[in-house]
């Protein structure tokens, strides 16, 4: 009997070739999806090792920097500047006049816009009284709170207190207009308390940008007023001297520029908070934030890490920022800020999205502290110095020593300088004027006048100039191209 053989289209092997490669590809694929796991575990471990690090650290030097680091406090009502302040900004009666006063550029109030605010005034009076009752009251809770993040960014209350600012504004110069320094001077000090209780109990930074806004506008409008303020002489009151302020409301507004305890408080609590919404950042974006709201949960689940990495680094970037905050003068700070790394690839921005969001502080809030510092204690030096004219018969200092103690406590050191000099004083230029050695911290000798009394590009010259009296008259444009050949005479008819 003979053996059937197999046919020869038949296959020798177990299993088609095909399914030979699936097996071991769908085994290299478990494998390579194991791995990647395995590294997404450890990378997110090392990430939030690291971050727990920074928050460590922060913790050890006494910085709050989680929610349940910030105390809470519930003020009476009767001492809470910030519920009156809120009241005054709900209470505003904004009409066509109001509107009209938007094109307002600062400076002096010419006539149409005297007659507007005249409108505006009346129509606001309970404003400004609630406004007033503010200043005798010591503290300010603002209500804002963590852990909402967007809480804190949704600060309402910004928008009606720049509006309620703005009406400030015009009354004190309507006021100074019609020779009623006295009520112009109280109202002066009303914007600084305002800006002083938007720097009390926050912690974020809207509040401290309002507050540094607010302080650059009371100062413009020093500025304007200063140079002819009227100030009654002696005992006498305001009223015996046709509405001219009295000594003591100088010496009050001086004492109030001189205190910059809110303002530094305010700029450091500033860091603090936005170092917390940098840290939370994080988590609103694990689950279904907006910075990858186009990704699925599996991608930012995968990118996590990379999120958690970058908030370390910002809790250590916020550190420094806040560090420089603290220090007592601009070269100082910037020494300090220069230990964080600076400038930002196009990777960065990919790699450091939280980073890159964030990036902006370093450069424009530091910035913006110490210059505010500077407007505050050139203008209390500006005031002292109107204050000894008066008593003086209209006669300058010589030198800004005489000032002290009569007008002065001491001298104010410059903010900008790195070795604690005083302010640069030119009494026999034309005008006057006082001067910071401005953002190079190189005394240039005060020779750059801004474009107008309240500012102009003052920090965008050698040294910030604050000018005592009106500037001289502008030369008029003329370009190179300007002169054209005389016209040809005609000789006349017949």
Known sequence: MS????SSNESTTAYPPRFWWLKRGSSLALIALLALGGLRWGWGRAAQAR??????AARARHEPVLPEDFPTSTLPEDRN??????RAGAALVEEANWNAMGRWKGGPLTPAELLRVEVIAENNRLPLQLVRLARSQPDADWGIGFPSSAHVQNFRGVARQNALCSLEQWVALRNHAHGNDSESMEQVLDLLRQADALDQGCSTYLPHLAAMAFQSRTMAVLATITPGLRIAAGRDSP????GAAQAAQIREAIARLLDEHHLRDGAICMFDG???IAIEAVDATYHGGDVLIEYGAAEVWLVRPMFVLDASRLVASFSLMRSAAAQPNWPAAERTLSRSTSGWTDLDRYVHVLSSDFSFWRLRESMMHFPTLTDRRAAAIAL???????DHG??????????????????????????GRPFGYRPSAHPPVI????????????????????GGRRWELPDAVYPLGPLPPKPPRTSGNSRRPPKRKTPPPG
Do not use: W
């Open 81 to 86: 500047a910030a519920i009156t302040l809120q």
């Open 384 to 390: 002292a110095i109107r204050l000894y004219c008066v």
């Open 394 to 419: 209209g006669r300058f200092p010589a030198q800004l020593s005489e000032l002290v103690p009569a007008y002065l406590p001491a001298v104010p050191a410059d903010p900008m300088a790195a070795d």
């Open 239 to 242: 009223s015996a001297h046709g």
């Open 274 to 276: 936005t170092r917390v």
């Open 435 to 454: 001067y910071s050695v401005g953002r190079n911290a190189i005394d240039d000798g005060g020779t750059s006048l801004p474009d107008d009394i309240t």
């Open 51 to 56: 971050l727990n690090e920074a928050i460590a």
């Open 3 to 6: 053996v059937p053989t197999s």
